[in-house]
Protein backbone atom coordinates (compact mmCIF):
# COMPACT_ATOMS: atom_id res chain seq x y z
CA UNK A 1 0.00 0.00 0.00
CA UNK A 2 1.43 3.47 -0.40
CA UNK A 3 1.60 5.87 1.91
CA UNK A 4 -1.66 8.11 1.71
CA UNK A 5 -1.58 11.58 -0.01
CA UNK A 6 -2.09 14.52 2.41
CA UNK A 7 -5.38 14.67 2.69
CA UNK A 8 -8.23 13.95 4.81
CA UNK A 9 -11.14 11.30 3.80
CA UNK A 10 -14.65 11.15 5.39
CA UNK A 11 -16.72 8.10 4.64
CA UNK A 12 -20.68 8.43 5.03
CA UNK A 13 -23.87 7.42 3.47
CA UNK A 14 -24.08 8.97 -0.22
CA UNK A 15 -27.53 11.43 -0.46
CA UNK A 16 -29.88 11.08 -2.89
CA UNK A 17 -27.99 14.65 -5.11
CA UNK A 18 -24.96 12.62 -5.48
CA UNK A 19 -25.98 10.12 -8.07
CA UNK A 20 -23.98 11.53 -10.87
CA UNK A 21 -20.89 11.47 -8.74
CA UNK A 22 -21.56 7.92 -7.95
CA UNK A 23 -21.94 7.28 -11.80
CA UNK A 24 -18.77 8.36 -12.51
CA UNK A 25 -17.21 6.73 -10.08
CA UNK A 26 -18.17 3.20 -11.06
CA UNK A 27 -16.64 4.55 -14.68
CA UNK A 28 -13.85 2.75 -12.57
CA UNK A 29 -15.78 -0.30 -11.57
CA UNK A 30 -16.33 -2.47 -15.40
CA UNK A 31 -13.98 -1.20 -18.09
CA UNK A 32 -16.23 -3.18 -20.23
CA UNK A 33 -20.06 -2.33 -18.98
CA UNK A 34 -23.05 -1.63 -21.37
CA UNK A 35 -24.36 1.74 -21.32
CA UNK A 36 -26.87 2.95 -18.88
CA UNK A 37 -30.77 2.77 -19.87
CA UNK A 38 -32.50 6.22 -20.23
CA UNK A 39 -31.99 8.96 -16.88
CA UNK A 40 -35.40 8.54 -15.93
CA UNK A 41 -34.66 4.66 -15.39
CA UNK A 42 -31.53 5.43 -13.66
CA UNK A 43 -33.18 8.21 -11.37
CA UNK A 44 -35.99 5.81 -10.74
CA UNK A 45 -33.53 2.74 -9.70
CA UNK A 46 -31.43 5.53 -7.60
CA UNK A 47 -34.72 6.82 -5.65
CA UNK A 48 -35.91 3.44 -4.91
CA UNK A 49 -32.43 2.50 -3.87
CA UNK A 50 -32.05 5.35 -1.87
CA UNK A 51 -35.98 5.51 -0.06
CA UNK A 52 -34.54 1.62 1.17
CA UNK A 53 -33.79 1.73 4.62
CA UNK A 54 -32.02 -1.85 4.06
CA UNK A 55 -29.47 -0.52 1.40
CA UNK A 56 -27.07 1.54 2.24
CA UNK A 57 -24.08 3.28 -0.43
CA UNK A 58 -21.23 4.67 1.47
CA UNK A 59 -19.13 7.05 0.03
CA UNK A 60 -14.85 7.78 0.81
CA UNK A 61 -14.59 11.42 0.01
CA UNK A 62 -10.55 12.83 -0.52
CA UNK A 63 -11.01 16.45 -0.51
CA UNK A 64 -14.65 16.45 -1.00
CA UNK A 65 -14.49 14.13 -4.06
CA UNK A 66 -16.34 11.26 -3.99
CA UNK A 67 -12.78 8.15 -4.63
CA UNK A 68 -14.57 5.31 -3.50
CA UNK A 69 -17.86 3.48 -2.48
CA UNK A 70 -19.44 0.57 -1.72
CA UNK A 71 -23.28 -1.01 -0.96
CA UNK A 72 -24.46 -2.70 1.42
CA UNK A 73 -28.13 -4.04 1.38
CA UNK A 74 -29.06 -6.16 4.58
CA UNK A 75 -31.53 -8.96 4.14
CA UNK A 76 -33.99 -10.05 6.82
CA UNK A 77 -33.48 -13.76 8.26
CA UNK A 78 -35.59 -16.12 10.00
CA UNK A 79 -32.78 -18.33 10.95
CA UNK A 80 -29.70 -17.23 12.97
CA UNK A 81 -31.74 -16.32 15.71
CA UNK A 82 -33.72 -13.98 13.36
CA UNK A 83 -30.12 -11.83 12.93
CA UNK A 84 -30.14 -10.11 9.16
CA UNK A 85 -26.95 -10.59 7.25
CA UNK A 86 -25.30 -8.36 5.02
CA UNK A 87 -24.21 -8.30 1.22
CA UNK A 88 -21.98 -5.83 -0.20
CA UNK A 89 -21.54 -5.34 -3.71
CA UNK A 90 -19.98 -2.62 -6.39
CA UNK A 91 -16.70 -2.24 -4.29
CA UNK A 92 -14.91 0.38 -6.27
CA UNK A 93 -11.99 3.03 -5.93
CA UNK A 94 -11.33 5.57 -8.18
CA UNK A 95 -8.05 4.56 -10.53
CA UNK A 96 -6.06 7.26 -9.26
CA UNK A 97 -6.48 6.91 -5.54
CA UNK A 98 -6.29 2.91 -5.52
CA UNK A 99 -3.53 1.36 -2.78
CA UNK A 100 -4.02 4.33 -0.85
CA UNK A 101 -6.32 2.75 1.95
CA UNK A 102 -9.38 4.29 1.04
CA UNK A 103 -10.89 0.99 -0.67
CA UNK A 104 -10.45 -0.75 2.67
CA UNK A 105 -11.31 2.04 4.73
CA UNK A 106 -14.70 2.23 2.88
CA UNK A 107 -15.46 -1.38 3.46
CA UNK A 108 -14.75 -1.13 7.10
CA UNK A 109 -17.58 1.54 7.49
CA UNK A 110 -19.92 -0.80 5.82
CA UNK A 111 -18.90 -3.86 8.06
CA UNK A 112 -19.42 -1.71 11.16
CA UNK A 113 -22.56 -0.73 9.93
CA UNK A 114 -23.64 -4.33 9.23
CA UNK A 115 -22.46 -5.10 12.27
CA UNK A 116 -24.45 -2.58 14.09
CA UNK A 117 -27.29 -3.86 12.84
CA UNK A 118 -26.69 -7.38 14.24
CA UNK A 119 -25.68 -8.89 10.86
CA UNK A 120 -24.33 -12.39 11.82
CA UNK A 121 -22.49 -12.40 8.87
CA UNK A 122 -21.76 -10.14 6.15
CA UNK A 123 -21.38 -11.58 2.30
CA UNK A 124 -19.34 -10.23 -0.72
CA UNK A 125 -18.65 -11.50 -4.26
CA UNK A 126 -15.68 -10.39 -6.56
CA UNK A 127 -15.45 -11.40 -10.47
CA UNK A 128 -11.70 -10.36 -10.40
CA UNK A 129 -9.38 -13.37 -10.60
CA UNK A 130 -6.33 -12.00 -9.27
CA UNK A 131 -4.72 -12.86 -6.16
CA UNK A 132 -4.12 -8.92 -5.19
CA UNK A 133 -8.21 -8.76 -5.10
CA UNK A 134 -8.69 -11.98 -3.32
CA UNK A 135 -5.62 -10.34 -0.46
CA UNK A 136 -7.12 -6.94 -0.34
CA UNK A 137 -10.70 -7.99 0.41
CA UNK A 138 -9.25 -10.37 2.99
CA UNK A 139 -7.19 -7.99 4.97
CA UNK A 140 -10.09 -6.07 4.65
CA UNK A 141 -11.87 -9.09 7.17
CA UNK A 142 -13.31 -11.06 4.22
CA UNK A 143 -12.67 -14.85 4.69
CA UNK A 144 -12.09 -16.57 0.91
CA UNK A 145 -12.78 -20.05 1.85
CA UNK A 146 -15.53 -19.99 4.00
CA UNK A 147 -18.16 -20.45 1.87
CA UNK A 148 -18.60 -21.43 -1.94
CA UNK A 149 -20.42 -19.16 -3.91
CA UNK A 150 -22.59 -20.19 -7.06
CA UNK A 151 -24.05 -17.73 -9.82
CA UNK A 152 -26.59 -18.23 -11.81
CA UNK A 153 -27.60 -15.66 -14.76
CA UNK A 154 -30.98 -15.75 -16.73
CA UNK A 155 -30.32 -17.78 -21.01
CA UNK A 156 -29.35 -14.80 -23.06
Known sequence: MKSV???AMSIRELQA???HS???LYAHLHEHDGPLPSDATV???WSEAVANPRIKYFGG???GVLVTSCTLTVIPNLTRTCRPYGVIENVVTHAAHRRYGWGKAVLTHALDQAWRQHCYKVMLLTGRKDEGT???YEQAGFDRHEKQAFIAKPAT
Open 5 to 7: PDM
Open 17 to 19: HEL
Open 22 to 24: LLA
Open 43 to 45: EAV
Open 61 to 63: FAS
Open 134 to 136: FRF
